[in-house]
C-alpha cells in the first residue's frame, strides 16, 4: 500500500525560513532540541511554551526508527496542539537530525518533516555538494528546508561517529551553498558529539570563533548552524555518578562560548546530550531513593520536570530565545 504524502502545514509545523531570519535580525539562536519519546517531548513544548521560545523539535535516523515513523508525525501534530491548549502560538518545526541518504530524507519530507539536514560532511567535497543539491531540489519542491554540513565534528551520536574534528575551510562555503542551494550550514569550529566532547582536567579549548568570523564575512546574512553543542551539566554527571553510574571525565562546551555564538551569525544550536544527561540522572535518583518504585510515570515524570527546567534555562540565558517567538 502507497503512503499518502503529508505536507508538514497540515501538522501545523512551519519550516525555518521565517525562525532564522529573526533569529539573525535578534541576534539570538533557534533551540534545536531532540526528543526519541513522549516525556522528552513533552518537556520541550511545555518548557517552550512557558518561556515563549520558537523551537525546532529534531530527530536523528536512530531516533526516527525507533519512535516509528508514523507516531512521530502525529506526536509532531501533536506537541503544536499541546501548545495551543497551553495558550502559545510558537512556531515548530520538525527537523531530521543527520539524515545520511537522499532517500531517508525523501521520506521525512513526504511524512511531514518541515526540515531536514543532509549530512554529506564525511564525503569528497564534491560528492557532498551533489548529494546536498539533490536533497534541495525534492525539499523545495514542498517548502522544505535543508540544511548541510561542511567540515567534521568529533565524538559519537547515534549512527555519527568520528575520531577526529576536520575545522571548516571558509573558502569552501560560498561555492558550498551556491552549488548546492541549502537554506543553512553546519560547520565545525570545535564542538563535538556526545558527552566526552573534551578532556577532563584540561583547559576547555575555546571554540575557533575565527573560522566563524570568516564564514559570517563570506556569507553576510545566511544562517548557521553548530552542532554539538551541549554544555554537559556537570550536576547531572555526578548525580549519575553517584547512583551507580560511569561518567567520568564527561566534558562539555562552555555556555559563555554559546552564548557568543548565538549572537552571531549562529543562528541554530543543537542540544541532545544535555537533554539526555537530565533524564538519566533524574531516573537514577528516584530509583536510588526509592528502589520499589515500578510505575513509569512517577521516574519518568520526575525526569520530564527536571527537563523542563534545563530546556528553560538554555531558552533563557544561553541561546537567548526566549520571548523571542
Known sequence: ME????????????????MFAKAMAGKYAIPAYNFNNLEQLQAIVVACAETNSPVIIQVSKGARS???????????????????????????????????????????????????????SHLPYEENVALCKKVVEYAHQFNVSVEGELGVLAGIEDEVSAEHSTYTKPEEVEDFVKKTGV?????????????????AGQPVPPLRFDILAECEKRLPGFPIVLHGASSV?????ELINQYGGKMEGAVGVPEEQLRQAAASA??????????????????????GKDPKEFDPRKYLGAARNELVKLIKHKNETVLGSAGKA
Open 3 to 18: 503512503k499518502k504524502q503529508v505536507h508538514y502545514s497540515e501538522l501545523g509545523l512551519v519550516n525555518t525560513k521565517e
Open 66 to 120: 525507533y519512535a516509528n515513523e508514523t507516531m512521530l508525525r502525529y506526536m509532531a501534530m501533536g506537541a503544536v496542539q499541546m501548545a495551543r491548549e497551553i495558550g502559545s502560538t510558537i512556531p515548530i518545526c520538525l527537523h531530521l537530525d543527520h539524515g545520511d541518504s537522499f532517500e531517508l530524507c525523501k521520506s521525512c519530507v513526504d511524512s511531514g518533516f518541515s526540515s531536514v539536514m543532509i549530512d554529506g
Open 183 to 199: 537554506d543553512s550550514l553546519a560547520i565545525s569550529i570545535g564542538t563535538s558529539h556526545g558527552a566526552y566532547k573534551f578532556k
Open 233 to 237: 551539566v556537570q550536576e547531572y554527571v
Open 266 to 287: 549562529v543562528c541554530k544550536i543543537n542540544i541532545d546530550s544535555d537533554g539526555r544527561l537530565a533524564v538519566t540522572a533524574k531516573v537514577r535518583e528516584y530509583f
